[in-house]
């Protein structure tokens, strides 16, 4: 049923990312177009950072002030697409899992039609790989589909980014093969999420007395393949269960192949949910309340074969969510799942509540009024101030929504033209098929297939498979990287680069643990901004975990992605500034600093 199990990777080849006409035609167009440019420009050279006009001098050297604007923008334009594009092109990794395993268990196939074993068509899988290889919309328009609902946007992804680096040239590590220890530690975690999902997060502490929470540490810290945070003694402690992590191309590995992880700044410290969840949102004259519409507990999903399979072939959904009555605040694992299921608006909740004043009026916890990065030029002027032009809180926000569709270009690219790893749902029909179904040569790892975890949830509904808190389970296209959390951090990034990060935030919350439609107050270790915004970024993407859809590496990946991608975007920026400006200066989320 499958191949031997090694441990190569798989390259991304030449061909499946874009027909070989297209790339000859685009490679022609855009030596013309630069080429013609430079000349125009007075040939502005860009190795690495750009060489570009000092925009400070205008209007000094003679000369119309509007025709030098008009002459500069063009500098830019093209010393920033010269440095853009000397960027190489990364050597992108998968983990070898597509091509050992010829019946597909190790890729992602969801949508396409499969056997009542959950197995792909592979037929169908072959005009998907083929219109991979062209990127021409006519040949996805080929793909046999096994029911109604679409794959996800595989072409957009081959959009081209005029503003920062191109999908192409940001590598993450390779995500863990189907049969390793560390996919076998994600499958034990995120059955314990399932488990835990109503359990109010103020009993996530040391002392806590929850049977559950305690279990789960234990078991958690007995894995060798878990990469969650752990504290001195090496130990998962209930209080750092499921805390987010991001999970770096290890830059001692050269090859490429090992991955590095690590908490970033303020994810460990005090209450799980980030304070810009929890605050109300200043909306001009108006407020939005930080409460949500919840789910009651027990909504469980795609915990049927019948069900799975269902989603697995891309048939809509037979059930859906009850709804608790009552509004009220951030609680569980579950209220998370839901705020995060469909494009959370956190980012843009967390740059008001950042802008905005704190309130004269002690029943609205919603602005902090954070002071704006040390850099900003307009803290030195005294007659000038940022506005929507520049360095203002509108400008910031205008970043956000951009920075959203070019991050979920990269992000998707690597989804569907490298890694095409298989999401919770699929591995959780694997798990069934194996001990249910008797096909032992299914290479699931024994740290996963004997774990208490997998046991206890079969005593709970009767069935090897995962609970879901979506009915719909995840949208179709692969597992690795995160989606969600791609696009959390890329707005965490931005937002430290324009606020300071060392602010701390006054008076910190936390819901009632008696009574979640209330706030209460949080006494401990301070807050600040950059680390309650690094914690945002894992709340975000973790809260897909929460809802059975993602793994541990594919939020944890997602962070540096994201962070480099908008390290370039505020290059490009940057240099189209007029004010006199020394940089953006920000902690990464591994906690090196960085100026850009």
Same mark, same amino acid.
């Given at each position: 049923?499958?191949?031997? *199990?090694? /441990?190569?990777?798989?390259?991304? &080849?030449?061909?499946? $990312?874009?027909? =070989? @006409?297209?790339?000859?035609? %685009?490679? #022609?167009?855009?030596?013309?177009?630069?080429?013609?440019?430079?000349?125009?420009?007075?040939?502005?050279?860009?190795?690495?950072?750009?060489?570009?006009?000092?925009?400070?001098?205008?209007?000094?050297?003679?000369?119309?002030?509007?025709?030098?604007?008009?002459?500069?923008?063009?500098?830019?334009?093209?010393?920033?697409?010269?440095?853009?594009?000397?960027?190489?092109?990364?050597?992108?990794?998968?983990?070898?899992?597509?091509?050992?395993?010829?019946?597909?268990?190790?890729?992602?196939?969801?949508?396409?039609?499969?056997?009542?074993?959950? *197995?792909? /068509?592979?037929?169908?899988?072959? &005009?998907?790989?083929? $219109?991979?290889? =062209? @990127?021409?919309?006519?040949? %996805?328009? #080929?793909?046999?589909?096994?029911?109604?609902?679409?794959?996800?946007?595989?072409?957009?992804?081959?959009?081209?980014?005029?503003?920062?680096?191109?999908?192409?040239?940001?590598?993450?590590?390779?995500?863990?093969?189907?049969?390793?220890?560390?996919?076998?530690?994600?499958?034990?975690?995120?059955?314990?999420?399932?488990?835990?999902?109503?359990?109010?997060?103020?009993?996530?502490?040391?002392?806590?007395?929850?049977?559950?929470?305690?279990?789960?540490?234990?078991?958690?810290?007995?894995?060798?393949?878990?990469?969650?945070?752990?504290?001195?003694?090496?130990?998962?402690?209930?209080?750092?269960?499921?805390?987010?992590?991001?999970?770096?191309?290890?830059?001692?590995?050269?090859?490429?192949?090992?991955?590095?992880?690590?908490?970033?700044?303020?994810?460990?410290?005090?209450?799980?949910?980030?304070?810009?969840?929890?605050?109300?949102?200043?909306?001009?004259?108006?407020?939005?309340?930080?409460?949500?519409?919840?789910?009651?507990?027990?909504?469980?999903?795609?915990?049927?074969?019948?069900?799975?399979?269902?989603?697995?072939?891309?048939?809509?959904?037979?059930?859906?969510?009850?709804?608790?009555?009552?509004?009220?605040?951030?609680?569980?694992?579950?209220?998370?799942?839901?705020?995060?299921?469909?494009?959370?608006?956190?980012?843009?909740?967390?740059?008001?509540?950042?802008?905005?004043?704190?309130?004269?009026?002690?029943?609205?916890?919603?602005?902090?009024?954070?002071?704006?990065?040390?850099?900003?030029?307009?803290?030195?002027?005294?007659?000038?101030?940022?506005?929507?032009?520049?360095?203002?809180?509108?400008?910031?926000?205008?970043?956000?929504?951009?920075?959203?569709?070019?991050?979920?270009?990269?992000?998707?690219?690597?989804?569907?033209?490298?890694?095409?790893?298989?999401?919770?749902?699929?591995?959780?029909?694997?798990?069934?098929?194996?001990?249910?179904?008797?096909?032992?040569?299914?290479?699931?790892?024994?740290?996963?297939?004997?774990?208490?975890?997998?046991?206890?949830?079969?005593?709970?509904?009767?069935?090897?498979?995962?609970?879901?808190?979506?009915?719909?389970?995840?949208?179709?296209?692969?597992?690795?990287?995160?989606?969600?959390?791609?696009?959390?951090?890329?707005?965490?990034?931005?937002?430290?680069?324009?606020?300071?990060?060392?602010?701390?935030?006054?008076?910190?919350?936390?819901?009632?643990?008696?009574?979640?439609?209330?706030?209460?107050?949080?006494?401990?270790?301070?807050?600040?901004?950059?680390?309650?915004?690094?914690?945002?970024?894992?709340?975000?993407?973790?809260?897909?975990?929460?809802?059975?859809?993602?793994?541990?590496?594919?939020?944890?990946?997602?962070?540096?992605?994201?962070?480099?991608?908008?390290?370039?975007?505020?290059?490009?920026?940057?240099?189209?500034?007029?004010?006199?400006?020394?940089?953006?200066?920000?902690?990464?989320?591994?906690?090196?600093?960085?100026?850009?």
């Amino acid at each position: 049923m499958s191949k031997p *199990e090694h /441990d190569t990777q798989t390259p991304l &080849q030449p061909d499946d $990312a874009v027909s =070989t @006409g297209r790339r000859s035609f %685009f490679g #022609k167009a855009g030596s013309l177009a630069v080429g013609g440019a430079l000349a125009a420009s007075g040939n502005a050279q860009a190795q690495g950072d750009a060489a570009v006009p000092d925009l400070r001098v205008l209007g000094q050297t003679g000369g119309d002030l509007n025709e030098q604007l008009r002459r500069n923008t063009l500098r830019v334009r093209v010393a920033r697409a010269k440095a853009n594009y000397d960027q190489p092109v990364p050597n992108h990794l998968a983990n070898g899992d597509e091509d050992r395993y010829a019946n597909k268990i190790g890729s992602d196939t969801r949508g396409l039609p499969h056997n009542a074993r959950g *197995e792909v /068509d592979l037929k169908a899988w072959d &005009q998907l790989k083929a $219109a991979l290889r =062209t @990127g021409e919309v006519a040949d %996805f328009e #080929k793909i046999t589909l096994g029911g109604t609902r679409k794959l996800v946007n595989p072409v957009g992804t081959l959009s081209l980014n005029l503003t920062g680096l191109g999908p192409h040239q940001i590598a993450i590590p390779p995500a863990p093969t189907l049969a390793s220890q560390e996919k076998a530690a994600e499958g034990v975690e995120i059955y314990w999420q399932s488990l835990l999902r109503d359990i109010p997060f103020t009993e996530y502490h040391d002392d806590t007395r929850n049977e559950l929470l305690l279990a789960a540490a234990a078991e958690l810290s007995r894995l060798p393949g878990y990469t969650g945070p752990r504290n001195a003694d090496g130990k998962v402690t209930p209080s750092l269960l499921f805390r987010g992590t991001a999970r770096y191309v290890d830059p001692s590995d050269p090859s490429g192949r090992r991955a590095k992880t690590i908490a970033p700044v303020g994810v460990l410290v005090g209450p799980y949910i980030s304070q810009f969840l929890l605050r109300d949102v200043p909306y001009g004259l108006q407020s939005i309340s930080g409460t949500i519409r919840a789910q009651l507990p027990d909504n469980d999903f795609l915990n049927t074969h019948e069900e799975l399979l269902a989603n697995l072939n891309g048939k809509p959904q037979t059930r859906g969510i009850k709804f608790d009555p009552r509004l009220r605040y951030l609680t569980t694992g579950r209220d998370l799942a839901e705020y995060s299921r469909g494009g959370a608006p956190g980012f843009w909740a967390a740059s008001q509540i950042l802008s905005t004043p704190r309130s004269n009026n002690p029943l609205v916890v919603g602005g902090i009024g954070a002071p704006l990065t040390p850099s900003n030029p307009y803290l030195k002027y005294k007659v000038t101030t940022g506005a929507n032009a520049s360095f203002g809180a509108p400008f910031v926000q205008s970043l956000l929504p951009l920075a959203t569709t070019r991050e979920i270009r990269a992000n998707y690219w690597q989804k569907w033209f490298v890694h095409r790893t298989p999401r919770p749902e699929a591995i959780s029909n694997l798990a069934y098929q194996r001990l249910v179904g008797g096909i032992n040569d299914i290479p699931l790892h024994d740290d996963f297939l004997k774990s208490e975890a997998l046991s206890r949830s079969h005593r709970k509904y009767g069935v090897h498979l995962l609970s879901h808190a979506y009915p719909d389970g995840a949208p179709y296209h692969s597992s690795y990287p995160g989606g969600a959390s791609s696009a959390a951090a890329i707005h965490a990034t931005l937002l430290k680069a324009f606020f300071d990060e060392n602010f701390v935030i006054p008076n910190p919350v936390q819901p009632d643990p008696n009574d979640p439609t209330k706030l209460v107050p949080y006494t401990g270790p301070a807050l600040t901004v950059g680390g309650e915004l690094n914690k945002l970024a894992a709340n975000l993407g973790w809260g897909r975990n929460w809802g059975g859809i993602h793994w541990r590496s594919d939020a944890g990946s997602s962070l540096p992605q994201a962070e480099e991608l908008a390290i370039s975007i505020l290059r490009d920026e940057r240099d189209t500034y007029r004010e006199l400006f020394d940089g953006f200066s920000f902690t990464r989320f591994d906690g090196t600093k960085v100026t850009v």
